[in-house]
């Protein structure tokens, strides 16, 4: 079980620049007008051989004066729904604010694990000025720079305490399969049909499911795990920003399992949210079908279905290499080719290649078409083996790993591919030092 740790806050105090230090990368826009933060906010951090997801809540505040504090109530209550670590980020220079108050009152009630972080503390006269911020009754208090890094180090020992023991739940090796989507592509339905009973409460408003629920699914010679993403709460206000809660909520369900349905609603298509669900998937290097989902209400002509899955994959390239299957939760239609396809899915996940054989095929395809020289350096690449990963991941072996590019990597993925059928699975390359 992936742990999530979610940073909330009022504007401005340095959430993501946190964010972008944990995460080691400079995902996010970091500029000094608050209200920036629009990306896509989710991200891996790992400490001390523990790894867990890190989101910025940040980004998906609406900047406008009259919703603003409503809405960060809201995210922070979403957010202790959704993590099981909370950063609460505090800025030394404005001391303790109202807004900070009403966090704080939210926070201490839900009873989770929260570090209190005073940002901005780079000098002795800030470090004594932090001290006010023991007043709000945290157990935690970490005093940090996130611009220059100090502090950060304690900051992760925290966190990385702050984490449960693993419950261990008697949970079988059998696939465990998730259905996500965008709120009302008919992810209950779907999980209904599949089940033959109303399993979970559906009512065709946005977000009425609200828990992630395992359920054993054992008939027709299938054996498996189904993990309902829990869908949204319902919309309150139209300025509500559902992209945030879908995205939180698709996280906990993605790293839940290992193969994902992604639901297309087929009237829709594909928007941009089900990309950024897409990228979810593959950043956790799970598998994934891609159900277009409302299918009986399409206007059908001879070319349909092709014409509808080549739009499907232009959307989500470069990774194409996945099935698509047409559905109806209502009619029932082909819902068993999506359970067959996942479990097709599944085992190619699992697919182990013998060193041997990897070796004699992508030695020849490389002899074909080398890396291009780089600075007049050649690059010799000597070996290839498949990782002991839960997924397709392989190390090549050569002299200058730092010059082989992504477009040579991405022609390396693309021999394996046609090699093997890794359909629906994101596979990763490692060029590593002979």
């Known amino acids: 079980m992936n742990n999530i740790v979610a940073i909330v806050g009022r504007p401005n105090v340095g959430k993501s620049t946190l964010f972008n230090r944990l995460i080691e990368s400079r995902q996010a826009i970091v500029d000094g007008v608050s209200g920036v933060t629009r990306d896509r906010h989710y991200g891996k951090c790992e400490w001390n051989g523990k790894e867990f997801s890190v989101i910025d809540t940040g980004g998906y505040v609406l900047n406008s004066d009259d919703i603003f504090e409503e809405e960060i109530r809201k995210q922070v209550l979403l957010a202790i729904d959704e993590s099981d670590v909370i950063i609460f980020m505090v800025d030394v220079t404005t001391g303790i604010t109202d807004m900070d108050d009403s966090v ?22 800030r470090h004594y000025d932090a001290n006010i911020f023991y007043s709000l009754g945290f157990d935690n208090l970490c005093m940090i ?42 992810k209950s339905s779907l999980i209904n049909a599949f089940l033959g009973e109303e399993r979970n409460i ?68 594909v928007e941009a949210q089900d990309v950024n669900i ?49 559905t109806s939760a209502i ?63 392989f190390a090549f072996f050569c002299n200058l790993p730092q010059y082989v590019k992504e477009p040579y990597k991405r022609y390396l993925e693309n021999q394996i591919r046609e090699a093997f059928d890794y359909n629906g699975v994101p596979i990763k390359i490692y060029l590593r030092n002979k």
């Open 145 to 186: 720079s996130s611009i220059n890094g100090s502090g950060t180090g304690e900051l992760l020992d925290l966190i990385v305490e702050s984490f449960q023991k693993p419950i261990s739940e008697k949970i079988e090796d059998i696939p465990k399969i998730a259905v996500i989507g965008r709120p009302n592509v008919g």
């Open 104 to 125: 704080t009152e939210v926070l201490r009630r839900s009873g989770k694990k929260v570090v209190l972080v005073v940002n901005k503390v780079d000098n002795i006269q």
């Open 278 to 326: 897409m990228n979810l998937i593959q950043r956790n290097n799970k598998g994934v079908v891609v159900l277009v989902n409302k299918w009986d209400l399409i206007e059908k002509e001879t070319k349909t279905v092709k014409i509808y899955t080549e739009e499907i994959k232009k959307k989500f390239s470069p990774f194409v290499d996945f099935p698509v299957v047409f």
């Open 331 to 393: 009619t029932k239609q082909r819902i068993h080719k999506a359970l067959e396809t996942s479990i097709k899915v599944y085992e190619n996940r699992k697919r182990r290649i013998s060193t041997s054989k990897l070796n004699d095929l992508m030695l020849e395809a490389i002899n074909k078409y080398h890396p291009p020289a780089i600075k007049g350096k050649f690059i010799k690449i000597k070996y290839v083996t498949q990782l002991p990963t839960a997924y397709p991941a």
């Open 202 to 269: 559906v009512t065709p408003v946005a977000g009425t499911t609200r828990d992630s629920i395992f359920t054993r699914y054992n008939k027709y010679g299938y054996d498996f795990y189904l993990v309902d993403t829990a869908g949204l709460r319902k919309k309150g206000k139209v300025t509500e920003n559902l992209e945030f809660y879908s995205v939180m909520r698709s996280i906990r369900a993605i790293e839940n399992s290992d193969i994902c349905m992604l639901l297309i609603d087929a009237k829709r298509g």
